[in-house]
C-alpha cells in the first residue's frame, strides 16, 4: 500500500507545497536468475571446452605424449575456472554467476573461442608433397602418417605430387617409405604447415651400397665418375646406379673406363682389375757427400754402381739406398717425375 503524500504547513499568503515520498532504488543488475542468454553462453563455453579436450586427445600420440595430453587438458579447465572466478570476484561487484556470463567480454570471449576451436577439430586439412630425387620428380612414392601400418594416400603422381588428406592441425610424423634405389625417409609436417596447407618439398636421397675397389697390384688411384677417390685397395660407398671406374699408377698402362651397375644394397665385391706393366726405361742421376757411396735400388742386394752415377729405372715408385764407410743415406724416387737423387750421408 503506497504513502500518501505529505502536505506541508505553509505560513499564511503561501502555496502549500506537497512532498513527493522516496522513490525505490532500481532493482541490481547482479540478478542471480538464469535467462536465455546466460544458459546459452554457458553451453558453448562448456562445448569449447570439451571440443578443445577432444582436439588434445586426437594428437597423434608419437608427437604428443600420454602425460602431455593430461597435462594439456588439466591445464585447459583449469584456467577456465579460474579466469571466471577472477573476473567473477575481482571486479569486487559479488556477481553472480548468470550475471557474470552476461557480462560483454565473456561474451565476446566466448565468441572468440568457438571462432578458433571448431577449426581445430575438423579434420579437413591437407599437406601435399613435392618428391623429388637428383632434381627430377619421382612418382609412385607412397607415405605413412603417424602410428598408420599402411599407406592409405596411393603413390605420387608423375610430377612427384602427393596429397595427404584428412588431418588435424597439428604436427604430423610422415614416413617415406623405402623404393629399391632410394633411402627411406621421416619428416615432420609443422602445425603452420598443415594449418596453412602447405606444399612440402621433400628430396629423397639414393640408397648406398659399400663397393671393394682392388687392382693387381694395389697402390692404383682410383677415379669413379670423373673424381679421385682413393687408392685400391679401398671399400667406398658407391649410390645405387651406374658409376664410371677408372685407375691411373706411374709404370702402368692406363685400362679403359669401366663401367658398373650398383642395383642392391649388399656388399659389391667385384674380382681384381689387372693393371699391365709398361716396361719404360728412364735414367736417374744419383750423387752423394761424400762421393763414391754405392747404389742400391729397392732393397735389391747387388750395388748399381758409386755415386755420381746415372742409372736405369722403370717408370714407378723406387726407394735408393747409399752406403758407404758405415754411413747410410736413403729415400723414395718417382720415374720419370725425379731426375736426380741426392743425399748427404750420416752415421
Known sequence: MSTPPSIQQEQPGQTPSIKEPPQPAPPAQNSSKWGVLNIFVLAVLLIDLLLLTLYFWSIPQDKFEHFGKVAKTLTEW?????????????????????????????????????????????????????????????????????????????????HGLLKITDLLPASHHIHVEKKPEYESQDHTATFLQVLLMKRIKLPLKRAEATATIDTTPEGADIYVDGSKVGRTEKILPLTIGTHSIEFKMPGYRIPSKEIINIVTTEPYHPPPWKLERILEWKSLNVDSFPHGAEI??????????????????????????????????????????????SKRLDK
Do not use: C, N, W
Open 296 to 341: 742400391y735400388v729397392d732393397k735389391q742386394s747387388k750395388s748399381k754402381g758409386a755415386t755420381p752415377a746415372t742409372i736405369r729405372l722403370l717408370a714407378g715408385e723406387h726407394t735408393i739406398e747409399l752406403k758407404k764407410d758405415g754411413m747410410v743415406a736413403s729415400g723414395t724416387v718417382s720415374i720419370p717425375k725425379d731426375k736426380g737423387f
Open 78 to 158: 583449469l584456467t577456465a575456472i579460474v579466469g571466471f572466478l577472477g573476473y567473477k570476484f575481482g571486479l569486487k561487484r559479488e556477481l553472480a554467476v548468470p550475471a557474470v556470463l552476461r557480462e560483454m567480454p565473456i561474451v565476446v570471449f566466448t565468441a572468440i573461442l568457438t571462432i578458433i576451436v571448431i577449426p581445430l577439430i575438423l579434420p579437413f586439412y591437407h599437406v601435399t608433397l613435392t618428391v623429388e630425387a637428383d632434381g627430377k620428380a619421382l612418382s609412385g612414392v607412397t607415405v605413412m602418417v603417424d602410428a598408420e601400418s599402411k599407406s592409405r594416400f596411393g603413390g605420387s603422381d608423375e
